[in-house]
C-alpha cells in the first residue's frame, strides 16, 4: 500500500528501521475539531487526543483492520483486553493486517499493532512493545510531538507560533505538518523512558519482565538485513535494540527477577472449539413382577 504524506497525528513508529504501510489521509473534519484557538505553546493533551483519534479514524478506513472474529484479533483481544483503562488512560486497539513489524499508539489511546509484529513475537513479547507504547502516551510523547509538529509549521510560514490558531491553517500547512511528523523521532531519552514503562507495565501486571528483553533481541535480529543507510538513520534517534535488551536485562537483574527467557508458542490462529461430547443414552431395565398364585 502506498503511504500518503499527510497529517500522522502523532503516530510514531516504535522501532524506526521498517518501513510502515500503513496509509493516512486526515480530512478537513478532524482539523476543525480543534480549531478553537489553540496555540502550539497551549497544545494540551486534549488537543492532541482529538487530532490523534481523527487521524487514527482515517487510517482505520484506509487499512485491513482485523475483524473481531479475526484469528489475530482474538488473539490480541485475548493477551490485552483486559489493559483497555491502563493506569489511568483509556485505550482502544485494533491489528492492522500487513507483514510490517510494527507497532504505534496516539495521544487519544489508540493502540494499533501489526500482524507482522504478531508473526514474530509471542504474548509477553507483544505486551512488552505494547507497554512500551502506551508508555510513549502516559509520558506525553505523542502530545509532545504533536505540538513540536505544529510549531514546526506555524514557524515555516513566518507565523507567530504563539498566535497562530488552528483554524487559520491551510490544508497545504497541514500537509506540511504531517510531513514534519513522519520525519520525526522520539529522542533517546523518550525511548529510554518508555522501555522503563514498558518493564514497569509487565511487572505490576505480573508478567515475564524477561519478555522485554527478548522482545529486544528479536529486533536487533530482524536489523541485520536491513540497509545500511536505513538503518543508520535509526540508530541515530534511538537507542541500539541490543544496548536496550542490555538494559531491559540490567533492570531484571536489579530487581532479582532475571532468567533467560524461553519464547512460548505464536499462535495466530483461530481456537479449535471442541464439539460438545454426544450423551450416552441410558439403558433402562425392566423389572419382570409374577403374579402370586391365589
Do not use: C
Not at 87 to 95: A, D, S, T
Not at 212 to 237: H, M, V
Not at 272 to 280: D, I, S, T
Amino acid at each position: 500500500m502506498k503511504r500518503k504524506s499527510t497529517l500522522l497525528g502523532a503516530v510514531i513508529a516504535l522501532f524506526g528501521f521498517t518501513t510502515a504501510n500503513a496509509q493516512l489521509n486526515l480530512g478537513e473534519k478532524a482539523l476543525g475539531a480543534v480549531s478553537k484557538g489553540i496555540t502550539a505553546l497551549t497544545f494540551s493533551d486534549a488537543d492532541a487526543a482529538t487530532l490523534s483519534k481523527g487521524a487514527v479514524d482515517k487510517m482505520d478506513t484506509e487499512n485491513t483492520v482485523a475483524a473481531d472474529s479475526d484469528p489475530y484479533m482474538i488473539r490480541l483481544n485475548r493477551i490485552f483486553g483486559k489493559h483497555k483503562n491502563e493506569n489511568g488512560l483509556v485505550l482502544n486497539y485494533k491489528v492492522y493486517k500487513t507483514t510490517d513489524v510494527n507497532a504505534f499508539a496516539t495521544a487519544d489511546g489508540s493502540v494499533r499493532v501489526f500482524s507482522g509484529l504478531m508473526d514474530i513475537m509471542d504474548d509477553n513479547q507483544l505486551l512488552a512493545v505494547i507497554g512500551h507504547e502506551i508508555g510513549h502516551v502516559a509520558n506525553h510523547d505523542s502530545r509532545d510531538a504533536m505540538r513540536d509538529a505544529y510549531r514546526k509549521e506555524a514557524l515555516i510560514d513566518g507565523a507567530s507560533s504563539q498566535s497562530a490558531k488552528l483554524d487559520k491553517l491551510t490544508q497545504t500547512q497541514w500537509v506540511k505538518i504531517g510531513k514534519v511528523l513522519l520525519d520525526s523521532h522520539y529522542s533517546r531519552k523518550q525511548e529510554s523512558d518508555a522501555d522503563l514503562y514498558s518493564y514497569e507495565f509487565l511487572k505490576r501486571n505480573k508478567y515475564n519482565v524477561n519478555a522485554e528483553e527478548a522482545a529486544f533481541a528479536i529486533l536487533a535480529k530482524q536489523s541485520q538485513g536491513t540497509q545500511a543507510n536505513i538503518f543508520d538513520a535509526f540508530l541515530s534517534s534511538h537507542p541500539n535494540p541490543v544496548t536496550r535488551a542490555t538494559d531491559a536485562k540490567a533492570r531484571a537483574t536489579k530487581d532479582g527477577l532475571y532468567k533467560a527467557y524461553a519464547q512460548g508458542p505464536i499462535v495466530n490462529t483461530a481456537p479449535v472449539v471442541k464439539a460438545a461430547a454426544k450423551p450416552v443414552a441410558k439403558k433402562t431395565t425392566t423389572t419382570k413382577t409374577t403374579a402370586k398364585k391365589k
